[in-house]
């Protein structure tokens, strides 16, 4: 009952910023953390950055300076600002949400994902 549509990715080269956004959808009590995951060919999945809904931030070392993630609250959007890119960050980054229902339940959901390719 709850969907997340990732938009924003595509191919830039080295160097070249994108800003991906993920809303969520559905039938929503209350959105908890939000984060975007990224996993490349053959490399397991990694978490790149978190926010709670008080604005909270986590971010993997390998991106830190670079990425930025904030929410709206109201519009139940996550974005992800991605800056300076590197080859090694192409992959395809995943939105994620926890998010209770009207009901008492909370559990994780996921978008399909947007592709990032950084290359010359």
């Known amino acids: 009952q709850v969907q997340l549509v990732e938009s924003g990715g595509g191919l830039v080269q080295p160097g070249g910023s994108l800003r991906l956004s993920c809303t969520a959808s559905?039938?929503?009590?209350?959105?908890?953390?939000m984060g975007w995951y990224r996993q490349a060919p053959g490399k397991q999945r990694e978490l790149v950055a978190s926010i709670t809904r008080g604005g909270s931030t986590n971010y993997t070392d390998s991106v830190k300076g670079r990425f930025t993630i904030s929410r709206d609250n109201a519009k139940n959007t996550v974005y992800l600002q991605v800056n300076s890119l590197k080859p090694e960050d192409t992959a395809v980054y995943y939105c994620?949400?926890?998010?209770?229902?009207?009901?008492?339940?909370?559990?994780?959901?996921w978008g399909k994902g947007t592709l990032v390719t950084v290359s010359s």
């Open positions: 994620s949400a926890y998010v209770w229902n009207f009901r008492g339940l909370g559990m994780d959901y």
């Open positions: 559905g039938s929503i009590f209350n959105i908890n953390t």
